[in-house]
């Protein structure tokens, strides 16, 4: 019993005891295997002394990140499935829906009123895991949730590549009131803007206007409030401090989520007073029809139907 105990590595790269014997390490460098074995010490000693749990599952975490949210939850934060609208980006829950000269199915109500931006897109659905990551970084400030988000906005603008005559195109963030910037420490849309623009290919295609757009007077809250109160509330909210730098622009307005659609179409709307040639509109998530409390598929089926049949 008197010998040293030693672990060392099979060709498959599974730890194997052995006592005394001179052994060959095989597949892995010496290097290699201390830097991997102290990274797994220091993640485990980083768990033990900082016991966290995933924010959104409760799951506890192993891993060193800034980001308190399991890479689970990550993975489940999927794209927009499905047929959307081509203008607004709506879920069309009809078979019966009608596509526009321009090509592309729109949904009953951008075929009644036609929206003042040219087109929206967005990632993910606005529920679940993603709806409670943009919280994190919203309402408990969580800043290093902005990356992820940022990777997610980068994809849903590549939705819009084909789009462009000019570039780059300006990319201009909804801005936050004066007072609530100062309360929440930053503006949510420009700071999932800033960090979209180091995602490779889209610095040399965007550039980031920030202060174009101004959020000078100061609104209740839209939570509970009808279509018609939403733009009664909102109308004269914003202004364009800077005309020269958009006229006869195409701007890409950012959000990080589309609910409505009632605080982007008023900003495209000023935006095209302004002297803007067009405007895109590029969310994290929005609101689709299938997840809006209290209307059940059927419903909203019967109801997109009847709109489609009315048009036709």
Known sequence: MGGHWRFVFS?????????????AIRGKSLLS????????????????????????CGTPLTNISRLPVCQ????????????????????????????SEQ?????????????????????????????ELIHLLKYDGVRPAAAVLAGMLADAIAGLDSCWTQRPAVIVP????????????????ELICREALKVKGLTDRMALHAGVLERHQETQSQTGLTRHQRRENIRGAFLVARPQEIAAREILLVDDVFTTGTTVSECARILRRAGASKV????????LKMEVKGIGLPDALEEEEQTMAAAR
Request: hydrophobic residues 35%; proline residues 6%; glycine residues 12%.
């Open 11 to 23: 060709s498959s790269g599974d730890p194997i005891r052995a006592a005394g014997t001179k052994v």
């Open 33 to 56: 295997i201390l830097a991997s074995s102290m990274s797994g010490v220091g993640e485990s000693l980083f768990a033990t002394l900082f016991p966290s749990d995933c924010r959104l």
């Open 72 to 99: 689970r939850c990550l993975f489940d934060m999927r794209p927009i499935a499905g047929g959307v609208c081509s203008i607004c980006g709506e879920r069309l829950l009809s078979r019966y829906a009608p596509t």
């Open 103 to 131: 090509g592309g199915a729109r949904c009953g109500l951008c075929r009644r009123l036609e929206p003042p931006f040219a087109k929206a897109v967005a990632y993910g659905s606005y529920d679940g895991g993603l709806r």
């Open 174 to 189: 909804v801005p936050l009131h004066a007072r609530k910037r100062r309360q929440r420490g930053f503006n949510q849309s």
């Open 280 to 287: 895109y509109v590029a969310t994290v998530a929005r609101t």
